[in-house]
């Protein structure tokens, strides 16, 4: 069973502040990372993703990925109150055959 | 460009019915997937499919039954709809390129009673 885990939150930031969101993952075969954002009663839409380790930044984006670690983390930087939403975590499992893998989501509220 | 539609929005039907939510695409990607989201668990995968008449489970798939005799359409049908099947839906498709991004439809909010 692949497993995605993520902090529900709510996990609360200042405006203007860098907020840290992070991702664990449970199989070492996965591919690609993903990033998306929700916003209530709406459906996710894509941040960005990340296949190699390392950083990848865009705009106030930026996401890390430590494959060895099995961890994958979103920051963004100069937090606005229109950040506040459910960021979702998913990866692409090995093999990539069968859809993504999601976390619950972390609730990021950010404070103006 | 329309993208992913998904129908009805909003519906709320009996326990035992048939109900049939539909999505259509017109990216012409190749994969499909249906999710439902449901408080405490997340999106879970019900079933997906690779190609017009190839499609697979998921995590979640009992209950549930899929077609998709044309690349554009991928409707899921409850064959005898349950509470436990109170939840939000969504339809996604990807053409598997740039990192096997996925795209998601509205979503379809389904009550059973």
């Known amino acids: 069973q692949k497993e995605v885990e993520q902090n529900s939150g709510p996990l609360s930031v200042p405006e203007g502040a860098i907020a840290s969101l992070n991702c664990t993952y449970s199989d070492r075969g996965s591919q690609s990372f993903f990033w998306y954002r929700q916003y209530s009663g709406k459906s996710p839409e894509l941040i960005m993703f990340?296949?190699?380790?390392g950083d990848k930044e865009d705009g106030r984006f930026t996401a890390q990925l430590n494959k060895a670690s099995q961890y994958v983390s979103l920051l963004i930087r100069d937090s606005q109150p229109s950040d506040s939403a459910t960021y979702l975590c998913?990866?692409?499992?090995?093999?990539?055959?069968?859809?993504?893998?999601f976390g619950k989501g972390t609730h990021l509220i950010i404070q103006p | 460009d329309a993208g992913i539609t998904q129908s009805p929005r909003y519906k709320i039907t009996e326990t035992g019915r048939q109900v049939t939510l539909m999505c259509h695409q017109t990216?012409?990607?190749?994969?499909m997937f249906w999710y439902r989201q449901d408080l405490g668990h997340g999106l879970r995968l019900i079933y997906y499919?690779?190609?017009?008449?190839?499609?697979d489970k998921g995590e979640v798939p009992d209950g549930y039954v899929v077609s998709r005799s044309k690349t554009e359409n991928f409707p899921l049908t409850l064959e005898s709809a349950t509470r436990s099947q109170t939840s939000v839906y969504f339809c996604?498709?990807?053409?598997?390129?740039?990192?096997?991004?996925?795209?998601f439809g509205e979503g379809s909010w389904l009550t059973v009673v």
């Open positions: 998913a990866v692409l499992g090995g093999g990539g055959a069968d859809g993504l893998t």
């Open positions: 990340i296949y190699s380790n």
């Open positions: 996604a498709s990807s053409d598997r390129g740039i990192g096997n991004t996925i795209y």
């Open positions: 990216w012409s990607h190749s994969y």
């Open positions: 499919s690779a190609a017009a008449d190839i499609t």
